[in-house]
């Protein structure tokens, strides 16, 4: 049974940091792209960042380039997103995922085979 945890979540300032972690179990991790999605209230899943299997190329979302930082440890099974100059707009519940078959050029939800429950970020302004 595939799972995807994720954990880091919380409520932070605007211009601050926080880091998300998810661990996997279940699958062959280090064959999977992974990838960071986010969804505000009322809106579809945005994508915000993927990393290759190897960890060797990564993709951001334009709204979160230079600001968060994608990477995965393939020995301990998690990839995690460093978030940082955090805004109000940034509020979301935040989703990593698994894709077998694509790319880190991945950036839509359906691409993706499996995904975790989610955790919460908040900033306040």
């Known amino acids: 049974q595939v799972q995807l945890v994720e954990s880091g979540g919380g409520l932070v300032q605007a211009g601050g940091s926080l880091g998300l972690s998810c661990a996997a179990s279940?699958?062959?991790?280090?064959?999977?792209?992974m990838a960071w999605f986010r969804q505000a209230p009322g809106k579809e899943h945005e994508f915000v960042a993927a990393i290759a299997y190897s960890g060797g190329s990564t993709n951001y979302a334009d709204s979160v380039k230079g600001r968060f930082t994608i990477s995965r440890d393939n020995a301990k099974n998690t990839v995690y997103l460093q978030m940082n100059t955090l805004k109000p707009e940034d509020t979301a519940v935040y989703y990593c995922?698994?894709?077998?078959?694509?790319?880190?050029?991945?950036?839509?939800?359906?691409?993706?085979?499996?995904w975790g429950q989610g955790t919460q970020v908040t900033v306040s302004s």
């Open positions: 279940g699958l062959a991790f280090s064959w999977y792209t």
């Open positions: 995922a698994a894709n077998r078959r694509g790319t880190y050029s991945n950036t839509i939800a359906n691409e993706y085979d499996f």
